[in-house]
């Protein structure tokens, strides 16, 4: 057991190199050595976790899958309304990204894969599908101006967070450098305060 044990917290340190080494460099870039270097670690003892590059991209890419599809399964089957789930997904991917170094590594090179093949970010077309529900959702009750069409609404939405963190250059993932998030919060606020009770709103014509 106490042999599983260190293999397990060895698995954990080399995935935590990997991604600063995926984030900072991209995967073209990325070193197998660097990775084991960054925790004072044999490049034949990375081997005996991760034989290629390949596979720590995969590893990082189901962690992301992973993390991101708890945000979007907690938004799509929440019952609460809809403007407070929309917040809490927009603002919980600004939280993951800036916390989880892992899943922001795995979402540059989803990107770096999608860009080199010509096709959108899986992912982001997944959360996209969810966002446009809810911005819908938001508009039907309300919350939000009725007259702005709905699907460049949810596409502002998805690309302004996402943007926020894939824009973000490499060092600055790495060294932890606040922005995004905060950038994040920032544009919810200023967007939801925008749309919230205009002209074409419900709740102004009403006085609330």
């Known amino acids: 057991m106490p042999k599983q044990a260190r293999a397990l917290r060895t698995y954990d340190r080399v995935l935590d190199a990997a991604a600063q080494e995926f984030a900072r460099y991209g995967y073209a870039h990325a070193n197998l050595q660097n990775i084991a270097d960054r925790i ?3 490049k034949g003892a990375l ?6 590059k390949e596979d720590l991209a995969a590893a990082l890419d189901h962690h992301l899958c992973a993390t991101l599809g708890e945000l979007l399964e907690e938004a799509r089957t929440s019952s609460g309304p809809a403007p407070g789930r929309l917040r809490s997904l ?17 979402l540059r090179l ?11 970010i899986p ?10 529900h809810l911005v819908r959702e938001t508009q039907r009750v309300g919350h939000w101006n009725a007259s ?12 302004a967070t996402f943007g926020a963190f894939l824009t973000e250059t490499g060092s600055d993932a790495v060294h932890g450098r606040a922005g995004p998030e905060m950038a994040v919060d920032a544009m919810w606020d200023v ?9 074409g709103s419900p709740s102004r014509a009403a006085g609330r």
Do not use: C, N, W
Not at 47 to 52: L, M, S, V
Not at 191 to 199: E, F, K, T, V
């Open 40 to 42: 004072e670690l044999t």
């Open 47 to 52: 081997y005996g976790h991760f034989a290629t």
């Open 90 to 106: 927009v603002l919980g991917l600004g939280r993951l990204f800036r916390t989880d170094m892992r899943a922001l590594a795995a």
């Open 110 to 120: 989803s990107a770096e894969s999608a860009r080199s093949a010509g096709r959108p």
């Open 123 to 132: 992912l982001l077309s997944e959360t996209h599908g969810l966002v446009l």
């Open 148 to 159: 702005i069409p709905t699907k460049p609404l949810a596409d502002l939405i998805v690309a």
């Open 191 to 199: 967007l939801a305060q925008a749309l919230d009770g205009g002209p």
